[in-house]
């Protein structure tokens, strides 16, 4: 892989991980679309610490005061404020994923990165993610989060283990089900990027970094994922205060059926 290579894949990765349009999608594809040899999940998880590093710096008040929380929660063993209940449902809404993780890890490698799975998953969820938008409330804040609302939510995050569902569409959208306002919703998302993206990059990362001739093209895409994220975020918390993710679910349904008439066309199999 060339650094021009790595920058692109870690622009895509940077710009669609928080946007509900699934990076694991579109760092599946981008290669196939390309004519690319596909780096991989290894690769494509490595790029996520550029990601790490952008929701760590942006929620970085956020991240000072649950460490505080998680350090007063350790000392007393009570649970007294807003942000010791965030920890706690943060842990809860993490567990899923991990498991999930560890139990589908060779499917996740393999079978759920099939362009017409990928194709399918991203229309599949576009309509669910309208619906539920259109259709649900707005009334709940973050400080309204409850432990069965985050065990929920982890639980949705599963899903995102097959490309084309996204990790931060399925959050969302089970957000939006239970009734949180969207800007809480994709709030929350973002958090729960950084423990399992974390465990994802501590898993994978020597996998890459045992093939030295790909050091200088893998911090170039990490570098790149960084930058992207920061603007994704911003862009997205900006965006979403005003406006209903349509615009996105009309996106990834567009896009999957673009995917599916490639495959057709090129005569590619779809089971």
Same mark, same amino acid.
Request: glycine share 8%.
């Given at each position: 892989?060339?650094?021009?290579? /790595?920058?692109? *894949?870690?622009?895509?990765?940077?710009?669609?991980?928080?946007?509900?349009?699934?990076?694991?999608?579109?760092?599946?594809?981008?290669?196939?679309?390309?004519?690319?040899?596909?780096? =991989?999940? /290894?690769?494509?998880?490595?790029?996520?610490?550029?990601?790490?590093?952008?929701?760590?710096?942006?929620?970085?008040?956020?991240?000072?005061?649950?460490?505080?929380?998680?350090?007063?929660?350790? &000392? +007393? &063993?009570?649970?007294?404020?807003?942000?010791?209940?965030?920890?706690?449902?943060?842990?809860?809404?993490?567990?899923?994923?991990?498991?999930?993780?560890?139990?589908?890890?060779?499917?996740?490698? +393999?079978?759920?990165?099939?362009?017409?799975?990928?194709?399918?998953?991203?229309?599949?969820?576009?309509?669910?993610?309208?619906?539920?938008?259109?259709?649900?409330?707005?009334?709940?804040?973050?400080?309204?989060?409850?432990?069965?609302?985050?065990?929920?939510?982890?639980?949705?995050?599963?899903?995102?283990?097959?490309?084309?569902?996204? &990790?931060?569409? %399925? +959050?969302?959208?089970?957000? #939006?089900?239970?009734?949180?306002?969207? =800007?809480?919703?994709? #709030?929350? %998302?973002?958090?729960?990027?950084?423990?399992?993206? +974390?465990?994802?990059?501590?898993?994978?990362?020597?996998?890459?970094?045992?093939?030295?001739? $790909?050091?200088?093209?893998?911090?170039?895409?990490? $570098?790149?994922?960084?930058?992207?994220?920061?603007?994704?975020?911003? !862009?997205? *918390?900006?965006?979403?205060?005003?406006?209903?993710?349509?615009?996105?679910? !009309?996106?990834?349904?567009?896009?999957?059926?673009?995917?599916?008439? *490639?495959?057709?066309? &090129?005569?590619?199999?779809?089971?």
């Amino acid at each position: 892989m060339t650094i021009l290579q /790595a920058i692109i *894949l870690g622009l895509v990765q940077g710009l669609t991980e928080f946007l509900p349009v699934s990076s694991s999608a579109h760092l599946a594809l981008a290669p196939w679309l390309l004519g690319w040899r596909d780096p =991989g999940l /290894a690769f494509d998880v490595a790029l996520h610490l550029g990601t790490l590093v952008a929701v760590a710096w942006y929620f970085r008040r956020d991240w000072i005061e649950l460490t505080q929380a998680a350090f007063t929660l350790l &000392r +007393t &063993r009570q649970v007294r404020s807003v942000a010791d209940r965030r920890v706690l449902y943060l842990v809860a809404a993490s567990i899923p994923a991990g498991l999930g993780g560890v139990l589908l890890k060779d499917y996740a490698e +393999t079978v759920f990165r099939h362009p017409a799975i990928t194709a399918s998953m991203l229309i599949l969820l576009g309509v669910i993610l309208w619906i539920v938008d259109r259709a649900a409330g707005t009334v709940r804040s973050l400080d309204d989060l409850s432990a069965r609302d985050a065990w929920l939510i982890g639980l949705a995050q599963v899903c995102a283990l097959v490309p084309g569902v996204s &990790r931060s569409g %399925s +959050t969302m959208t089970a957000a #939006r089900a239970l009734g949180f306002e969207r =800007g809480a919703a994709a #709030r929350f %998302s973002f958090l729960m990027s950084l423990p399992i993206i +974390t465990a994802a990059v501590v898993f994978k990362l020597p996998d890459v970094l045992r093939d030295a001739g $790909a050091l200088g093209p893998l911090l170039a895409g990490i $570098a790149a994922a960084a930058v992207s994220s920061w603007l994704a975020i911003t !862009v997205l *918390l900006r965006f979403v205060s005003r406006n209903s993710f349509g615009v996105f679910a !009309v996106y990834r349904v567009v896009l999957g059926v673009v995917v599916l008439w *490639l495959l057709y066309a &090129r005569g590619v199999p779809t089971a």
